[in-house]
């Protein structure tokens, strides 16, 4: 909950900026991490039972395996950026959005690559299209499309 001008309600649904777990029935919601200034981008990979979490306030993604009962074990910083937005390729690389675009980065987390909109803020990233090899980027006032060598992971 980040309140927003316009917005009518003052009061968070929520008491801490956290990270939460929803059972898969939707009956209990469960705070698994409140160690954040400003979470805000969240991916995961469910076959390799792998989590990311941006904190857009201390500029850093944190990894996380999870464990088979759903909680989230061996927090570790995978990188210190800023992030938006964040989507995963079929081969593990990282994408996350901030002030130079899109980066990406392997699974070591070592940028590989930055794409730049020359906007000022790129807000998300996902990739679709029928083989998913389409990345698509919405930045300021952008909406953009590239062909991609990677398709974007699939958790099916």
């Not at 999870?66 to 210190?80: P, V």
């Amino acid at each position: 909950y980040y309140q927003r001008p316009w917005w009518a309600h003052k009061e968070p649904p929520q008491r801490n900026r956290s990270v939460y777990r929803v059972d898969p029935d939707g009956e209990n919601i469960t705070c698994v991490d409140d160690q954040f200034k400003q979470p805000n981008g969240i991916v995961g990979d469910a076959k390799k039972r792998i989590l990311y979490v941006a904190d857009i306030g201390d500029s850093k993604i944190y990894r996380y395996k999870i464990a088979k009962d759903g909680t989230l074990i061996d927090r570790e910083i995978f990188c210190s950026h800023a992030s938006d937005g964040m989507t995963l390729d079929s081969q593990g690389h990282l994408y996350i959005t901030n002030k130079d675009g899109v980066s990406v980065f392997n699974e070591a987390g070592e940028k590989v690559q930055v794409i730049p909109t020359g906007k000022g803020w790129t807000a998300n990233v996902c990739f679709g299209g029928a083989d998913r090899k389409t990345l698509f980027i919405t930045a300021s006032d952008s909406l953009f499309k590239i062909r991609m060598k990677h398709s974007g992971l699939s958790n099916e």
